[in-house]
C-alpha cells in the first residue's frame, strides 16, 4: 500500500522556519515526479515545490528562493526546508506524487503562521 505521512508542521512566528518530512511507504520517491502542496483554508490545494527523479527542482513563483524541497533516498523521505515564512502561508501541507502514479492523499501537517 502506497502512503505518505507528513510531519514537522507547527506554529512559528511570521519570518520563522519550518521543516517538513514526508515519510513514504510503498513506493521509492527517488522513482517519481514528487511535490510538496499546500491547502489554505477556503482556498484549493496548490503544488508549491517538486522534485523529478533526476533531482531537478522547482518552485510555485511566491515560494521561490525561500523554501527548498529535497529527499533522502536512503530514508524514503521527502523534505520541505521553509525559511522567511508569511502568515498567509498558514496552510496543510501535503506530499504526493505530481505525476506518475495517482496516490491518496495523506493527513498533512498543519503550519501555522502567526504572532
Not at 515545490?49 to 533531482?55: F, L, N, Q, V
Not at 515560494?63 to 523534505?79: E, P, W
Request: proline content about 3%.
Amino acid at each position: 500500500q502506497v502512503q505518505f505521512v507528513e510531519s514537522g508542521g507547527g506554529l512559528v512566528q511570521p519570518g520563522g522556519s519550518l521543516r517538513l518530512s514526508c515519510a513514504a511507504s510503498g513506493i521509492p520517491v527517488s522513482f517519481y515526479h514528487m511535490g510538496w502542496y499546500r491547502q489554505a483554508p477556503g482556498a484549493q490545494r496548490e503544488l508549491v515545490a517538486g522534485i523529478t527523479s533526476g533531482g531537478s527542482t522547482n518552485y510555485a513563483t511566491s515560494v521561490q528562493g525561500r523554501f527548498t524541497i529535497s529527499r533522502d533516498n536512503t530514508k524514503n523521505t521527502l523534505y520541505l526546508q521553509m525559511n522567511s515564512l508569511k502568515s498567509e502561508e498558514t496552510a496543510v501541507y501535503y506530499c504526493n506524487a505530481v505525476s506518475g502514479i495517482v496516490v491518496d492523499w495523506g493527513q498533512g501537517t498543519l503550519v501555522t503562521v502567526s504572532s
